[in-house]
Protein backbone atom coordinates (compact mmCIF):
# COMPACT_ATOMS: atom_id res chain seq x y z
CA UNK A 1 0.00 0.00 0.00
CA UNK A 2 1.38 3.21 -0.97
CA UNK A 3 1.50 6.08 1.74
CA UNK A 4 1.04 10.40 1.17
CA UNK A 5 5.43 9.98 1.72
CA UNK A 6 5.88 7.65 -1.01
CA UNK A 7 3.91 10.10 -3.27
CA UNK A 8 5.52 12.90 -2.05
CA UNK A 9 8.94 11.30 -2.32
CA UNK A 10 8.70 11.04 -6.03
CA UNK A 11 7.36 14.33 -6.22
CA UNK A 12 9.77 16.14 -4.31
CA UNK A 13 12.32 13.91 -6.69
CA UNK A 14 10.79 15.42 -9.71
CA UNK A 15 11.10 18.90 -8.39
CA UNK A 16 14.24 18.62 -7.94
CA UNK A 17 15.30 16.70 -11.42
CA UNK A 18 12.95 19.49 -13.09
CA UNK A 19 14.88 22.55 -10.64
CA UNK A 20 18.33 21.49 -11.74
CA UNK A 21 17.22 21.20 -15.32
CA UNK A 22 15.98 24.86 -14.90
CA UNK A 23 19.47 25.99 -12.96
CA UNK A 24 22.10 24.20 -15.12
CA UNK A 25 21.08 23.82 -18.66
CA UNK A 26 21.35 26.52 -21.48
CA UNK A 27 18.41 25.51 -23.74
CA UNK A 28 15.48 27.22 -24.12
CA UNK A 29 13.86 23.92 -25.02
CA UNK A 30 14.94 22.22 -21.74
CA UNK A 31 14.32 24.95 -19.71
CA UNK A 32 10.44 24.52 -20.93
CA UNK A 33 10.87 21.02 -20.34
CA UNK A 34 11.90 21.53 -16.70
CA UNK A 35 9.35 23.88 -16.09
CA UNK A 36 6.59 21.45 -16.87
CA UNK A 37 7.96 19.24 -14.49
CA UNK A 38 8.11 21.12 -11.94
CA UNK A 39 4.78 21.97 -11.86
CA UNK A 40 4.12 18.37 -12.60
CA UNK A 41 5.48 17.36 -9.16
CA UNK A 42 3.60 20.12 -7.58
CA UNK A 43 0.12 18.26 -9.24
CA UNK A 44 1.32 15.35 -8.02
CA UNK A 45 1.67 17.18 -4.81
CA UNK A 46 -1.29 18.23 -4.72
CA UNK A 47 -3.80 15.70 -5.98
CA UNK A 48 -1.71 13.14 -2.90
CA UNK A 49 -2.68 15.49 -0.16
CA UNK A 50 -6.32 15.26 -1.49
CA UNK A 51 -6.69 11.87 -1.99
CA UNK A 52 -5.25 11.11 1.39
CA UNK A 53 -7.45 13.84 3.12
CA UNK A 54 -10.62 12.61 4.47
CA UNK A 55 -13.86 14.52 5.42
CA UNK A 56 -15.37 13.63 8.41
CA UNK A 57 -17.78 11.60 6.60
CA UNK A 58 -14.98 9.30 5.23
CA UNK A 59 -15.16 10.55 1.99
CA UNK A 60 -11.63 11.73 0.70
CA UNK A 61 -11.52 15.75 -0.17
CA UNK A 62 -11.23 16.65 -3.84
CA UNK A 63 -10.82 20.22 -3.83
CA UNK A 64 -7.00 20.68 -4.42
CA UNK A 65 -8.10 18.08 -7.52
CA UNK A 66 -10.09 20.72 -9.05
CA UNK A 67 -7.34 22.86 -8.39
CA UNK A 68 -4.82 20.96 -10.19
CA UNK A 69 -7.06 21.35 -13.88
CA UNK A 70 -6.52 24.93 -13.40
CA UNK A 71 -2.62 24.37 -13.48
CA UNK A 72 -2.84 22.17 -16.06
CA UNK A 73 -4.57 25.13 -18.26
CA UNK A 74 -2.17 27.85 -17.46
CA UNK A 75 0.45 25.39 -17.74
CA UNK A 76 -0.42 24.94 -21.48
CA UNK A 77 -0.93 28.17 -21.99
CA UNK A 78 2.60 29.03 -21.01
CA UNK A 79 3.95 26.67 -23.09
CA UNK A 80 2.16 28.19 -25.84
CA UNK A 81 3.73 31.48 -25.09
CA UNK A 82 6.80 29.72 -24.34
CA UNK A 83 7.16 28.08 -27.91
CA UNK A 84 5.82 30.85 -29.59
CA UNK A 85 8.49 33.18 -28.06
CA UNK A 86 10.99 30.77 -28.68
CA UNK A 87 10.47 30.61 -32.37
CA UNK A 88 10.58 34.30 -32.95
CA UNK A 89 13.77 34.53 -30.93
CA UNK A 90 15.28 31.75 -33.19
CA UNK A 91 14.12 33.48 -36.23
CA UNK A 92 15.71 36.27 -35.18
CA UNK A 93 18.58 35.47 -33.04
CA UNK A 94 19.42 31.49 -35.01
CA UNK A 95 20.09 30.22 -32.14
CA UNK A 96 18.13 28.69 -29.05
CA UNK A 97 21.23 28.77 -26.52
CA UNK A 98 20.54 30.90 -23.24
CA UNK A 99 23.86 32.47 -23.17
CA UNK A 100 23.44 33.97 -26.87
CA UNK A 101 20.05 35.46 -26.17
CA UNK A 102 21.51 38.52 -23.96
CA UNK A 103 18.12 40.56 -24.20
CA UNK A 104 15.42 40.75 -25.71
CA UNK A 105 15.59 43.61 -28.37
CA UNK A 106 15.91 42.94 -31.74
Known sequence: MTTLGDYLLVSGILFSIGFAGVMLRRNLIVILMSLELMLNAAN??????????????GLPNYNAQVFVFFVITVAAAE?????????ALF???????????S???F
Do not use: M, W
Open 91 to 101: RARQTTDVKDI
Open 44 to 57: LSLVAFSRFRVDPN
Open 103 to 105: SLK
Open 79 to 87: VAVGLALLV
